[in-house]
């Protein structure tokens, strides 16, 4: 069946340095060679290599999210403790890393399992099927287990910003059949947005003010700095506070 696309996947062979015919859609499948990007030695080969660039290209930016906060909000702690504050920040930033790395090698990975390794070769499962739902499908669901390697309030994180784009996605599917392209309707999405940002942002300051213990040190601090939040002594802000109780742990540990 003519796809229409041989002279797409045909040019991108060409830039790969593999063969035109390798991107017909016309000879029935298409191979994972050009799903590696022309990369040889296999699926399990391109899964660990997508990891190594994905880990190597995060790390810079893991490494800054770790390292700020106990820079600019536990700099007491972080100044009696430089080693050691170090070495939790390098430990949290590989960590964090991994996940990621893990979470495209997973992806990339299943998606040549299902589609060549055990849908293709094991099961013989018609190929357009493979391509167009099983394999992205199996794909999506398994990379979200690479969030294990993630630490528990980690985990927590990336939920709060996966259920917001969740919650996106199932919406669209939902009203996309009655979208018509009235002006009204964009408005009205951007407004709801925002409202649901705002009600969101609302919660979280109200937590700083009346029960700042049930929101994570890191955003507290945050919060608290630019809000320039007084503790009920009105000595000290809330980042403060918590410099002082990590050095008092500090004491008592001693």
Request: glycine share 6%; aromatic share 10%.
């Amino acid at each position: 069946k003519d796809t229409g696309f041989e002279s797409l996947l045909g040019d991108y062979c060409v830039q790969l340095g593999i063969p035109r015919s390798l991107g017909d859609p016309c000879t029935g499948r298409i191979a994972c060679t050009i799903v590696h990007e022309g990369k040889p030695y296999g699926c399990e080969a391109n899964a660990l290599l997508r990891f190594y660039r994905g880990f190597i290209k995060i790390f810079p930016v893991y490494f800054s999210v770790h390292l700020f906060p106990p820079l600019f909000f536990r700099t007491s702690q972080f100044i009696s403790h430089p080693m050691q504050s170090m070495l939790h920040i390098l430990m949290a930033s590989v960590r964090s890393s991994s996940f990621l790395g893990t979470y495209i090698a997973i992806i990339w990975y299943s998606i040549c399992l299902v589609r060549t390794r055990i849908g293709y070769q094991l099961l013989g499962v018609n190929q357009t099927r493979l391509d167009n739902t099983l394999a992205p499908l199996i794909g999506s669901m398994l990379c979200g287990l690479s969030l294990l390697i993630e630490s528990k309030h980690r985990r927590s994180e990336m939920t709060l910003y996966v259920v917001p784009r969740a919650l996106y996605s199932f919406t669209e599917r939902i009203l996309s059949p009655h979208q018509k392209g009235r002006w009204w309707e964009q408005t009205s999405a951007i407004f709801a947005e925002h409202l649901v940002f705002a009600a969101s942002v609302m919660v979280v300051v109200d937590a700083v003010y009346q029960n700042r213990h049930m929101v994570r040190p890191s955003v507290r601090g945050l919060l608290s700095w630019i809000l320039q939040i007084q503790s009920q002594s009105g000595q000290s802000t809330p980042i403060q506070e918590e410099e002082e109780e990590d050095q008092g742990l500090t004491m008592k540990k001693k």
